[in-house]
Nanobody
Framework: QVQLVESGGGLVQPGGSLLLSCVAS????????MGWYRQDPEKQRLLVAS???????RVADSVKGRFTISRDNAKNTVYLSMHSLKPEDTAVYYC??????????WGQGTQVTVSS
């Protein structure tokens, strides 16, 4: 199993920036993809961005050009750098990993609130 601990959420004004971090522990050798999802008002978890071990990325259209995902594989850490934040980015952000055999792991979530 993989355990995930997120940090870096908080309250920021529109146009501001935040950096989310997520550290993985446990069976980290099984990880293939690390990424971030956020939960919408209908409680759906939607992909924000993800990155495979090989560096291939997927980024939601709604955040392209504003959010950047990166990984430090030596530290088993994934980051989400968020800029030009908008009120509609407000959500609980969840760190996610997918193993080579398709198993999902989730962090506890971190709240991001964009408000003046």
């Amino acid at each position: 199993q993989v355990q995930l601990v997120e940090s870096g959420g908080g309250l920021v004004q529109p146009g501001g920036s935040l950096l989310l971090s997520c550290v993985a522990s446990g069976s980290t050798g099984t990880i293939y993809t690390m990424g971030w999802y956020r939960q919408d008002p209908e409680k759906q978890r939607l992909l924000v961005a993800s990155m495979t071990n090989g560096g291939s990325t997927r980024v939601a259209d709604s955040v392209k050009g504003r959010f950047t995902i990166s990984r430090d594989n030596a530290k088993n850490t994934v980051y989400l750098s968020m800029h030009s934040l908008k009120p509609e980015d407000t959500a609980v952000y969840y760190c996610n990993t997918v193993s080579h055999n398709g198993l999902y792991s989730w962090g506890q979530g971190t709240q991001v609130t964009v408000s003046s």
